[in-house]
């Protein structure tokens, strides 16, 4: 007995070792790729604040694009700037919970939901049509159509397994829903103080036309820094979260539909379908932050002491906007060719169409 309590005590220490070798072998990996969008993040941040025209996020967006065009070194930081484009803004989004109403989420994502399944379908309908008489390729086709209606890069990858996409087809489809993602940022703002958009409208229209959750963020921090108390980041993170849950009902479509063709076709008919992939699950945790601060305003806490959380929230999203603008490769996507980013600028405009002819239709606009 004492010999195999040594056994197990030896086997647990070896384990531990492991444990801390592996966490040591992960910051390696990740920790110059972080730094590096938290130095993108810093001075954004400042500058952010210095102009709230244009908010932080844009500019991180910005400056990550001019780094990567000069920056050579990226296999060194490639496995941090993955983490904070995906896990850091995924623990932004859960931060930006704290503070958000349960009530007003019912509220807002039952308002938002005729406008949002009128722009998935334009956005599929589109790219289907361009498909056919632009002749880009299906996979392609699909990819652009479900990144541009549902969360952008999310979508693509929810999706790209699904329907057996290659390499070369996912990163053309994400680098097309990208530069709309950075347009979208940019000039969605001003066009909806333009136009005329209340508070309301604009969360409304930026969580419904804006392709993916980093450039919904970005545009609305920028309309909040043109319009001071507006608050429209939490409206338009609900609207977006809303609005991603369709890549669950899009995806299976999809897996059905290539099973069957499969078949016909006398192929095994795998479709590679797994909810537990698809599902999106830091929305459970931004849902559960919601329910916290429900619960605790409920019982008398004050909605200031959340302050800090969302503050951390909206710094993560610049860290996370300089690592997307990291990954952008602006040369190869000239390079790549022009009908992709014809199709994905014609779902983009008949999106933004749609979402702003829908709020004039149900009076909201």
Same mark, same amino acid.
């Given at each position: ?101 349960? &009530? ?43 990144? &541009? ?48 958009? &209340? ?136 390079? &790549? ?29």
């Amino acid at each position: 007995v004492s010999f195999y309590m040594i056994e197990v005590q030896v086997y647990e220490g070896a384990r531990t070792v492991e444990r801390e070798e592996s966490a040591v072998s992960v910051w390696k990996d990740r920790g110059l790729g972080l730094l590096l969008c938290l130095c993108i993040a810093l001075p954004c941040w400042l500058l952010g604040s210095a102009v709230p025209v244009v908010g932080g996020p844009v500019f991180a967006i910005l400056a990550g694009m001019v780094v990567a065009l000069f920056y050579r070194e990226k296999r060194r930081t490639q496995a941090g700037i993955a983490f904070t484009s995906k896990k850091i803004l995924q623990y932004a989004v859960i931060l930006l919970g704290f503070g958000l109403n349960l &009530s007003e989420i019912a509220k807002v994502g039952l308002q938002s939901l005729p406008i949002i399944l009128s722009t998935i379908t334009t956005s599929l309908v589109v790219a289907f049509a361009l498909h056919k008489l632009m002749k880009v390729p299906s996979n392609i086709s699909t990819l652009v159509g479900v990144g &541009s209606s549902i969360c952008g890069g999310s979508a693509i990858a929810a999706t790209a397994p699904v329907i057996g996409a290659d390499d070369e087809e996912i990163a053309q489809s994400i680098s097309v829903i990208f530069l709309f993602n950075v347009a979208a940022a940019l000039l969605f703002p001003t066009l909806g103080g333009a136009l005329g958009l &209340s508070n309301e409208g604009f969360g409304l229209f930026a969580g419904t036309a804006v392709n993916d959750t980093s450039s919904v963020t970005a545009a609305a921090a920028a309309w909040d820094g043109m319009h001071p108390g507006a608050n429209t980041l939490d409206t338009a993170t609900i609207v977006k979260l809303t609005r991603t849950l369709a890549i669950i009902p899009i995806t299976l479509a999809l897996a059905l539909w290539r099973t069957a063709k499969a078949r016909r076709a006398g192929g095994a008919g795998e479709s590679g379908f797994s909810l537990k992939k698809v599902f999106p699950t830091f929305i459970l945790f931004f849902v559960l932050a919601s329910v916290i601060t429900t619960a605790a305003t409920a019982a008398g806490v004050e909605p200031g002491f959340f302050a800090p959380f969302k503050e951390l929230s909206k710094f993560l999203i610049i860290m996370a906007m300089g690592a997307i603008g990291l990954n952008t490769d602006l040369v190869k996507l000239v390079k &790549s060719g022009g009908k992709p980013i014809l199709m994905g600028f014609c779902c983009w405009v008949a999106i933004a169409a749609v979402s702003l002819s829908m709020q004039h239709v149900l009076g909201i606009w």
